[in-house]
């Protein structure tokens, strides 16, 4: 069971809790939901507790990031889209995190679960419909039919234009998800690897270096994996509020 | 259609919007997985999806506010602050160096009043020196050739007294000879007459 590569992702019990039939006990995965923001925000609340004006290495680490993702936001949906920063930043430093504690041995990555990142993926597609409708109302169906094409290819456009939107929320959701459960059974299963070689007697022990080199390498890519799939994350929904904010924008 | 019994639990309470899609995302790829281990793949099996929702709504909720309300104020905050304060400090510079250049500009005009005004004390103090030279060299001149005059005037005088006593030495000298060679007295007068034609020759 220890080698399986899957047994990472199962999920247990802690806290049994049960509403009207439903189970909602405290699990592996809401523990570590818990630590992604617990994590999150103490670091963003400690980092900046001096609040100089000549940043510490962790007070510069925090304003990075919030001025990494203000950029990008601004870039992406434009100053009127700066209403969004909240959501996007919690987002950023919710999956980053995620994603870097689940890198710790024996931690579960939250991530790796269909379930959140669909839920992250429809909250962003959400915000953009609610706000696109309550801002623009029905001008912002412009979204669906870009200016400057001929009246007879209008349907099609639309068309596409239309399952393109429907499936942002899977692409945005399958993308984090199946990143991060790939890495963690890829490295689970070259780390498997080097433990049953081993068990084999001397030339076992030789044959696993490879296995081992390959982990170690892996495990720097699944660093950069965590990272890069954050990253994709809040560019992506600042493209995506961008349409909200700007419907005939494209 | 392929509702495992866990789905069928949860399924009729899954009123979150959230729960209905993923739910048929599980059906359709959890079924590969499903034959090869006891349970459903994890990640798509639906058991704990009330509980991951239901959990995720909280945490990230309570982030979310958690961020909104302190944390993006404060970095915001700090990043405005240092801002201000570097654009004070490049204001404060720049009135500093309008400040330094009037000051040099000031400075500059005052020597080259002070120079003008040290040239003019000098040229003036020059010619009040001329003036007094020449005027000390006047009274010294005149003096002098005042000086001159009366020494030369008293030189005259003395030569006439003294030409004068010439006379009466020349008649008592001439009488006494006479008196030696002849024994006997000339008179006063004709003493005078030959001592006058003397002089006069000489």
């Known amino acids: 069971m220890s080698n399986d590569p899957i047994h990472q992702f199962q999920i247990s019990k802690i806290v049994p809790i049960e509403i009207g039939g439903l189970d909602f006990s405290f699990t592996n995965a809401s523990l570590f939901m818990v630590a992604s923001v617990a994590c999150a925000a103490g670091f963003l609340y400690f980092a900046t507790s001096a609040r100089s004006v000549i940043p510490t290495r962790s007070q510069s680490v925090a304003e990075m990031s919030y001025e990494f993702i203000a950029n990008m936001l601004r870039e992406g949906a434009g100053s009127h889209g700066m209403k969004f920063f909240p959501l996007v930043f919690s987002l950023f430093m919710f999956v980053l995190t995620a994603n870097l504690l689940g890198m710790f041995p024996y931690f579960y990555t939250i991530t790796s679960q269909i379930i959140v990142t669909f839920a992250l993926a429809l909250l962003v597609i959400g915000t953009v419909i609610v706000y696109g409708f309550y801002k623009h109302g029905l001008g912002f169906l412009k979204l669906f039919v870009p200016s400057g094409i001929p009246g007879l290819l209008i349907p099609l456009v639309v068309a596409i234009e239309v399952i393109s939107f429907l499936s942002r929320p899977v692409s945005l959701s399958v993308r984090l998800f199946a990143n991060m459960l790939a890495g963690h059974i890829t490295l689970k299963v070259f780390a498997g690897f080097v433990a049953s070689l081993g068990a084999l007697g001397a030339l076992g022990v030789g044959g696993a270096i490879l296995p081992l080199i390959m982990t170690v390498a892996l495990t720097g890519l699944e660093f950069l994996v965590a990272f890069l799939q954050a990253y994709v994350f809040a560019v992506l929904t600042c493209m995506y509020l961008n349409d909200a904010v700007h419907p005939g924008g494209h | ?202």
């Open chain 2, 1 to 202: 259609m392929f509702v495992t019994s866990a789905y069928a639990q949860t399924a009729p309470a899954a009123t979150d919007t959230h729960a209905a899609p993923a739910g048929e995302t599980h059906t359709e790829t959890g079924a590969a997985h499903g034959g090869e281990h006891a349970g459903a793949f994890p990640p798509f099996d639906p058991t704990y999806y009330p509980s991951t929702l239901l959990w995720l709504v909280i945490t990230f909720g309570l982030f979310y506010i958690v961020m909104k309300n302190v944390l993006v104020p404060r970095v915001g905050g700090i990043l405005e602050t240092r801002r201000e304060r570097i654009s004070q400090d490049l204001d404060e510079a720049s009135r500093m160096k309008a400040e330094a250049d009037a000051a040099v500009e000031t400075y500059e005009k005052e020597l080259a009043a002070a120079r003008s005004k040290g040239h003019q004390i000098a040229a003036s103090a020059r010619e009040a020196a001329k003036a007094k030279a020449a005027s000390d060299r006047a009274a010294i001149e005149a003096e002098l050739a005042a000086k001159l005059a009366a020494a030369e005037a008293r030189i005259a005088e003395t030569k006439t007294k003294a030409f004068a006593e010439v006379g009466q030495i020349a008649e008592d000298t001439a009488s006494a000879i006479v008196d030696q060679l002849i024994g006997g007295k000339a008179t006063g007068d004709d003493i005078k007459a030959a001592v006058a034609a003397a002089k006069t020759e000489a």
